[in-house]
């Protein structure tokens, strides 16, 4: 069983940027994909960012590329997503997911994903 953790979340202005962390429990860590997905408020869930068990392969959703960057740090057992140039359409809860599958690939199904957090809200002003 793994648990995750989130943190780094608040309110910030447009423009601005968040580091938002995941930590994981488990000493299995590094054997899973990890990914960020977000909700907004009367929306559906929607994938955000994944990356591999190793690190080597990143994925993002057309809405954050170029602004966000997804990493992690096995030796901590923690996942981080950088976001930059926040926009008011951010705004959300932020889950963060650990997937089984070592490499999820595009187009970030969140069916593929185990483990869940509870999630870390996200709120960009205009």
């Known amino acids: 069983q793994v648990q995750l953790v989130e943190s780094g979340g608040g309110l910030v202005q447009a423009g601005g940027s968040l580091r938002l962390s995941c930590a994981a429990s488990?000493?299995?860590?590094?054997?899973?994909?990890m990914g960020w997905f977000r909700q907004a408020p009367g929306k559906e869930r929607e994938f955000v960012a994944a990356?591999?068990?190793?690190?080597?392969?990143?994925y993002y959703a057309g809405s954050v590329k170029g602004r966000s960057t997804i990493s992690r740090d096995n030796s901590k057992n923690t996942v981080y997503l950088q976001m930059n140039s926040l926009k008011p359409e951010d705004t959300a809860v932020y889950y963060c997911?650990?997937?089984?599958?070592?490499?999820?690939?595009?187009?970030?199904?969140?069916?593929?994903?185990?483990?869940w957090g509870q999630g870390t809200q996200v709120t960009v002003s205009s």
């Open positions: 488990g000493r299995t860590f590094s054997s899973y994909a």
């Open positions: 997911a650990g997937s089984r599958v070592r490499d999820p690939g595009p187009p970030g199904l969140s069916a593929l994903y185990d483990y």
């Open positions: 990356i591999s068990w190793s690190g080597g392969s990143t």
